[in-house]
């Protein structure tokens, strides 16, 4: 079994290129739309999920069969045809310096990629390392439901807190406990019921002591 290390990459106007077009390739570009790479896919056929976006501009489609210069700029490659000999083909096309995802055989891959909830700044990422991608699903199906939707805005407040907190108190056990205070489960509940007056009375009373 491999120990894959798992780190968030800012990939940020980095180019990603996938080579095939078909379901799997829709599933890693819905994954990796919101975080503004540069999409770029390489297939003669395109899913229908993705014409849209090339429409719109959000993702480029090469309308043709792989050729080791579509790998050109690329910072991280996908190889998802359905096709072994060419996802080969693309793993052999790779520089050292690219990382390789392929789809169809993991103990080849430099890369793999997780299942994922986002909720606003909060991630929950599920990997089973390759043994079982059907239960990284269904695990994260699970948690998706336990952190709802409701967890945007509440890491949202939680984030506008601590810089608060932060420009309060300076580095040291105040501050630290004051962070610590602001997991009291009270706020989750307020902001599900949208009692947000009672949140910021919370958050003053911990920054002036006052209520
Ligand atoms: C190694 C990895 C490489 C990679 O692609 O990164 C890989 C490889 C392979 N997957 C295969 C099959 C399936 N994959 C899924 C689903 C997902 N697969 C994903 C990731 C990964 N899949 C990486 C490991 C992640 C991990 O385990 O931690 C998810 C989590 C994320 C994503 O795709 O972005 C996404 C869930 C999306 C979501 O809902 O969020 C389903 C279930 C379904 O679709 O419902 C099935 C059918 C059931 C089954 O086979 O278990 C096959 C056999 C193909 C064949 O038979 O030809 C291979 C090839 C092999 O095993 O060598
Ligand atoms: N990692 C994962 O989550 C999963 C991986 N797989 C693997 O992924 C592979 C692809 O599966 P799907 O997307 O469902 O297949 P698909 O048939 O929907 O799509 C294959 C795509 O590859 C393109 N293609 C074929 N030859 C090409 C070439 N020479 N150059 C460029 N593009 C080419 C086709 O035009 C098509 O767009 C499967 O063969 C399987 O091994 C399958 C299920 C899940």
Redesign the pocket.
């Known amino acids: 079994m491999t120990n894959y290390f798992p780190i968030h990459i800012n990939i940020e106007y980095k180019t990603v290129v996938i080579v095939g077009g078909g379901h799997?390739a829709s599933?890693?570009v819905a994954?990796l739309l919101p975080t503004k790479a540069n999409i770029v896919i390489v297939s003669p056929t395109l899913h229908e999920t993705l014409q849209p976006l090339v429409e719109s501009g959000q993702i480029t489609w090469r309308e043709k069969v792989f050729e080791p210069r579509d790998l050109d700029d690329a910072s991280l490659i996908i190889a998802a045809t359905n096709n072994t000999t060419v996802n080969e083909a693309v793993q052999e096309s790779a520089q050292h310096w690219q990382l390789l995802?392929?789809?169809?055989?993991?103990?080849e891959?430099d890369f793999?990629?997780?299942?994922?909830v986002r909720r606003g700044s909060l991630v929950l990422t599920?990997?089973?390392?390759?043994?079982?991608?059907?239960l990284?699903?269904k695990i994260?199906e699970d948690l998706a439901e336990q952190f709802d939707a409701v967890y945007e805005d509440y890491v949202c407040f939680l984030q506008q807190a601590r810089l608060m907190v932060a420009a309060k108190f300076e580095k040291g056990d105040k501050r630290r406990a004051a962070l610590q205070a602001l997991l009291e489960p009270s706020l989750l509940e307020w902001t599900r019921s949208g009692e947000i007056d009672r949140r910021e009375a919370f958050l003053q009373h911990l920054l002036t002591g006052e209520s």
């Open positions: 799997v599933q890693k994954s995802n392929r789809t169809d055989a993991q103990g891959s793999i990629t997780p299942a994922t599920v990997s089973t390392s390759g043994a079982s991608p059907a990284a699903r994260k």
